[in-house]
C-alpha cells in the first residue's frame, strides 16, 4: 500500500510540473505571437500605445521597473515614446491586473492567458488538491 501511495504521488508531481511547465510556455508563445497586441502607456505624456509581439520580444531585455505596494502593481519598460519621442518608463496595461490581501496575491495578465491558467489549476492543481485530502483519509 505504501508503493501505491508514492508511485501515486510521483505521478501528480509529475503531472503538475508537466502542466506548470505547459502553461509558461503557452503563455510565453502568446505574449510573443505575431498577432499579440500590447497597451503600453508612457509616463511623461500619458499617451497610450500599442506594440506587436515581435516588438515585444526585443523589449523583453530591456530595463524594467516594477513598483509593488501593499495595494497596486505596476511593471514598466523604459525605452523612447513613439509620441513625445522622450526616453521614459512605458507602463504596461494589462486586462486584469488585481492585488488583493495587503499584496498577497498578485494577478497581472491579459484576457487571452485566462484559458490558459484554468486549465492549469483544472489539471495541475486540481489532482494535487484531491490527492492530499484522500491521503488524510487514509492515514
Not at 505504501?2 to 510565453?28: C, D, E, P
Request: net charge positive; glycine share 4%; with cysteine.
Amino acid at each position: 500500500m505504501l508503493i501505491i501511495g508514492q508511485l501515486l504521488m510521483l505521478i501528480v508531481a509529475l503531472n503538475f510540473f508537466y502542466h506548470g511547465i505547459r502553461m509558461f510556455r503557452s503563455m510565453t508563445r502568446q505574449i510573443y505571437n505575431e498577432n499579440a497586441v500590447h497597451r503600453l502607456q508612457c509616463s511623461k505624456c500619458e499617451e497610450i500605445h500599442t506594440i506587436t509581439g515581435p516588438e515585444a520580444k526585443k523589449l523583453r531585455w530591456a530595463p524594467r521597473v516594477e513598483k509593488r505596494t501593499p495595494r497596486s502593481q505596476s511593471t514598466a519598460y523604459r525605452f523612447t515614446c513613439p509620441h513625445c519621442h522622450k526616453h521614459a518608463s512605458q507602463i504596461v496595461l494589462y486586462d486584469t491586473n488585481v492585488t488583493k490581501g495587503a499584496g498577497m496575491v498578485r494577478v497581472q495578465m491579459n484576457d487571452e492567458q485566462k484559458p490558459l491558467l484554468i486549465e492549469f489549476l483544472i489539471k495541475g492543481l486540481l489532482p494535487v488538491i484531491l490527492l492530499s485530502s484522500i491521503f488524510r483519509l487514509f492515514v
